[in-house]
């Protein structure tokens, strides 16, 4: 394991620390108990967004906190759940009065433990509400999962539910186009290689040479179907044609499209594979009306990608054109 760390029960805390250097106009790091909030206070009345899950998944989430997305991010040990206390006490730091929206990806640990967060929380009259992206249509049920796995699309639900918050909606308004855009996006994932969580010091799974993993999750869980190495054309043709079934796009209808690498992929690569998903979208008759592509939602050191696809509308594509100015995404300020 080659990797520039100095000392591993170090990684995470460094790395937050870093990104607080990074940039200090967005964001402030709180290390004990860790979470990464806005550098200036809530503005009064303003709903709070807040997320989190493990680390390893850079820029997800705290690459994501800033103007236009979420409040706050509870970063947990690499591939590790936070704990309730992280996500209390970051509630705690961003609440402005009007409630909280913990954006929560569907990983059995990150739900129970933002449950039993809102629940502390609630307790002292604060207003919580969770929302579960649960978007991967690559297996129903999965490791760590009940139900299917949330990926790409938490981008989608912070940045538009963040928009909505900047606007001053209200919590159940914030909830409403939260579920909206989780209900509408659907996301698969490949590997070509494994990852290597420093803990472990070896790959998380074995894959040959020659071989990829359909469907795989951002862990590194199994996907649909271990299959030797193809095409990129070929690759992303299995990748984009379940998300576009199972969203049941039809032709004239809109989307927002993100090609995402997993982490050690060469946007050269993205590139290609983007192409072909734009080929695939004009070919149905689908109009992709925004783009992303680079690394949004990663797995450390893994080589792939995945596409997600969220159906688009008037109102979701004002939010998505909304300025955000965060270290991850920025635009319109």
């Known amino acids: ?39 200036a206070a809530t503005r009064s009345g303003k ?55 913990f954006i929560v990806k569907n990983y059995t640990g990150d739900v129970m433990n933002f449950e039993l967060a809102a629940e502390l929380l609630a307790a002292d009259g604060i207003e919580v509400r969770s929302l579960i992206v649960a978007d991967d249509v690559a297996v129903r049920d999965s490791t760590w999962t009940a139900g299917r796995r949330g990926v790409g699309a938490t981008v989608f639900v912070e940045k538009i539910a963040g928009a909505a918050a900047e606007r001053g909606a209200s919590l159940t308004e914030v909830e409403r186009i939260a579920t909206k855009v989780a209900a509408n996006s659907r996301s698969m994932g490949v590997a070509l290689t494994s990852c290597t969580v420093p803990a472990k010091g070896s790959p998380t799974f074995e894959l040959g040479d020659g071989d990829i993993e359909m469907g795989v999750g951002i862990h590194g869980e199994p996907g649909r179907e271990r299959m030797a190495l193809r095409a990129a054309s070929d690759i992303v043709e299995m990748l984009t044609t379940p998300v576009i079934e199972d969203l049941e796009l039809k032709r004239g209808e809109r989307a927002i499209v993100m090609t995402n690498g997993m982490g050690s992929t060469p946007l050269i690569e993205l590139y290609i594979a983007h192409r072909k998903v734009a080929h695939m979208l004009r070919d149905s008759g689908i109009t992709a009306e925004r783009t992303l592509v680079g690394n949004y939602i990663t797995s450390l050191d893994m080589q792939g990608c995945s596409v997600s696809l969220l159906r688009a509308d008037a109102e979701l594509l004002e939010l998505w054109d909304a300025p955000v100015h965060t270290a991850g995404l920025r635009w319109g300020m």
């Open 47 to 101: 709903v709070a967004l807040v997320s989190g899950g493990g680390a390893g998944h850079e820029p997800l989430h705290g690459g994501y906190v800033g103007f236009g997305m979420l409040d706050a991010a509870c970063p947990g040990e690499v591939f590790t759940s936070p704990v309730p206390d992280q996500m209390e006490a970051a509630a705690r730091s961003v609440h402005a009065g009007s409630g909280v929206l």
């Open 1 to 39: 394991m080659k990797k520039l760390i100095d000392r591993i029960e170090d990684i995470v805390d460094d790395a937050c620390e870093g990104l607080m250097l990074a940039h200090p106009d967005l964001v402030r790091f709180n290390r004990e108990p860790r979470f990464i909030a806005r550098a």
